[in-house]
């Protein structure tokens, strides 16, 4: 080793006092001093000059084989920024002999020193099974920063983090959510396995885990392993085996239409969030089953179509309306009802005066509520007294919301039919429209009703009564 031209109290002198070109020369300097040279440089790392404490860690990164065990040990030094400094020497140098210090620093005080070592963690590299857990086991810690420091630790090392992370996640970990997320962005290349185990997993939560995590790697060969699942017995897996699918994208729709038409896959309400979330191509499909041989294909095409709320469905539907299949007739009302179109209101009149089933007619008026004019309402509300009860009560319904003299009178001639809850729904009608013609009337229920129907009237009686006090002012 060449002997440096000053003494080491010098080139300390000169790192202090000197200018750049002295200060440049001072750290070549010092690491011609050997091993007695490594505590002064350690002293550096907490220098208030950015300038020096980078000098520093690059003098003692020149002197690893000695530096190496002293900046170990100040990895425990009192000051965060010399345990900070000490943990990037150590990365940069790639120290294997460093790793297990540095994971006692991933629960560090210091933010930065958190960081610090994680990276130089990665820098070094993790790749023997027991750190890798000790790592695994931080997302289990209290600190929400440690979570994260650990998270990014697993995320940028990679392969060897994958077979022990794994098995945390089949394990039922309390913080699966996070496993997840880790192994989507580790494991793209483990879809055949993951996918082979999809078929052999009968541990519901276990099961659980594993479509989550292969809907997060939205592999399109993952579709036809995953469909099967939409119908199984548990809940929570269709419910997970739903969100895979929309992750996976609209490439999911075409498959799992077939699948529907062929029979091996029933349509459920629990399929409603993808056809939403992917309405695009879910649309064009459930309109085509509208002509489906299978009517209860044809049915839940309808219901889903009034639940995306497409325009799209309109026409469609209101074609519907004509079919021989009093179903299918009844989910195609109930599907216009979701919108408020001009273009459904001559249909859905001409299909409540035609047909001659209460469910239809029922679904008909509820579909029309949000849309007639006061002069098309009146039209139907005619028809109230040769009307079914249960048609009744939805006409009496739709007459609230179209205040006329005609209304507030059908309204009080429902308080007279013998059924408590034509009585009630007249009495909420009455409540919102009713004028002073009907107090008389609705004190008369208060008295000679039973009291779940008397107290409806008592408080239609004071909405009336505040609403003509107000007329008044």
Known sequence: ????????????????????????????DIIECGSEAIVPLISLLDHPDEQIRDSAVWALCQMNNV???????????????IRESASFCLGI???????????????DENEKVRETAAWSLVK?????????????????????????????????????????????LMESSSDNERIINILSR?????????????????????????????GQLRDPQSIECLLPFLNHNSRHIITHTVEALINIGE????????????????????????????????????????????????????????????????????????????????????????FTNKLIIKPLTDCIMDSNYPIVKSNA??????????????????????????????????ASYYPSPEAEELLQQALLIDDDECKMIALQGLRKIGTEKSIECVRDAIIKENPYISDEARSALKEIIERKQREVK
């Open 1 to 28: 080793m060449t002997q440096p031209s000053n003494t080491l109290e010098q080139i300390i002198e000169n790192i202090h006092a000197g200018d750049d070109s002295t200060r440049n020369k001072a750290f070549e």
């Open 124 to 168: 070094i590299g993790v790749d023997d099974e027991n750190t890798v857990k000790q790592i695994i086991a931080c997302l289990d810690d209290e600190s929400i920063l440690v979570k994260e420091t650990a998270q990014w630790i697993l995320e940028h090392i990679g392969e060897s983090a994958f077979e022990p992370l794994f098995q945390k």
């Open 365 to 398: 008026i509820d579909a029309l509520a949000g849309v007639l004019d006061s002069k098309a309402a009146l039209q139907l509300l005619q028809n109230f007294t040769e009307a079914s009860l249960t048609v009744k009560k939805r006409l009496l319904q739709l």
């Open 251 to 338: 490439l999911t729709i075409e498959p799992l239409f077939e699948k529907l038409e062929q029979g091996s896959i029933s349509p459920t309400n629990e399929m409603m969030p993808l056809f939403i979330r992917h309405k695009s191509a879910s649309v064009p499909q459930l309109i085509a089953m509208l002509q489906s041989s299978n009517n209860s294909l044809r049915i839940f095409a309808a219901r889903a179509l009034g639940v995306i709320e497409d325009r799209r469905a309109i026409e469609p539907c209101i074609t519907g309306l004509k079919d021989s299949n009093i179903y299918f007739v009844e989910a195609c009302a109930r599907a216009l009802s979701a």
């Open 93 to 107: 140098c790639k120290n294997t002999n460093a790793s297990q210090a540095l994971l006692l620093l991933l629960k």
């Open 186 to 214: 580790i494991s793209p290349d483990k879809i055949d396995a993951l996918l082979q185990l999809l078929e052999t997993t009968q541990d519901i939560q276990k099961l659980s885990y594993l479509i989550q995590l292969i």
């Open 67 to 81: 530096a190496g065990p002293i900046l170990i040990q100040e990895l425990s030094n009192k000051n965060p920024l």
